[in-house]
């Protein structure tokens, strides 16, 4: 039964960049880990995106400017990448997720 985590371990890789997918479900896993929603990931809050985006610090009603601004760079950067495919993150992020509640690794 351990097979199952150790077979996505090891599809991982070393760092868990094996390819562009499963870079996207480490973003998924800390998330289920901090208890935060997929929401999070994709729309952060104004601190950490005053990090990226100094403008906010001035015009903080800017925010959703800049969560658009970031969508769009994010699309535009990674379409082009061969190994990017979101619906299968979606699938493996959950897969994992699951996985790691199974063996008491994440809290129901």
Do not use: C
């Not at 039964?1 to 599809?11: C, S």
């Amino acid at each position: 039964e351990e097979e199952d985590l150790l077979e996505d371990i090891l599809k991982s890789g070393i760092y868990g960049a094996s390819s562009f997918t499963r870079l996207h479900t480490s973003t998924m896993t800390l998330n289920a880990l901090e208890k935060k929603s997929v929401f999070s990931s994709v729309f952060p809050p104004l601190g950490a995106m005053s990090k990226k985006y100094p403008y906010l610090k001035k015009r903080p009603y800017l925010l959703p400017l800049s969560w658009g601004q970031r969508v769009f760079t994010y699309l535009k950067e990674t379409r082009k990448i061969s190994d990017n495919d979101p619906q299968e993150s979606l699938e493996l992020g959950k897969k994992r997720i699951g996985l790691l509640k199974k063996y008491h690794v994440i809290q129901k």
